[in-house]
């Protein structure tokens, strides 16, 4: 069974960078379409980036589109998220997610994913 491990998370001044690591164990990552998606306080979960089995170039939610790149290192099980330019609306716990393995559409609707790490606190303030 997919085990996702987020980490990189922390505070960080606004203009700064992050990235964020999500791990994988459990099974083969490039099995699996995965998702960036947030959740700030006080809103609903979304889904901020999206990136396929085989790489292809990621989907990404306008809020994030220029300021955000999604990776994939299949070698390593390892999916990046590198954050740049962050705001401070950009604070938020930051979860990597899978789809089930037969799903190829790489989508960013939170109900599409099925496996979830435990999430990483970002928090964006001066």
């Known amino acids: 069974q997919l085990h996702l491990v987020e980490s990189g998370g922390g505070l960080v001044q606004p203009g700064g960078s992050l990235r964020l690591s999500c791990a994988a164990s459990g099974s083969t990552l490039d099995y699996y379409v995965i998702g960036w998606l947030r959740q700030a306080p006080g809103k609903e979960r979304e889904g901020i980036s999206c990136?396929?089995?085989?790489?292809?170039?990621?989907n990404y939610a306008d809020s994030v589109k220029g300021r955000f790149t999604a990776s994939r290192d299949n070698a390593n099980n390892t999916v990046y998220l590198q954050m740049s330019n962050l705001k401070p609306e950009d604070t938020a716990v930051y979860y990597c997610?899978?789809?089930?393995?037969?799903?190829?559409?790489?989508?960013?609707?939170?109900?599409?994913?099925?496996?979830w790490g435990q999430g990483t606190q970002v928090t964006v303030s001066a």
């Open positions: 990136i396929s089995k085989n790489g292809g170039p990621p």
């Open positions: 997610a899978a789809r089930q393995r037969w799903f190829n559409e790489c989508v960013l609707r939170v109900p599409a994913f099925d496996s």
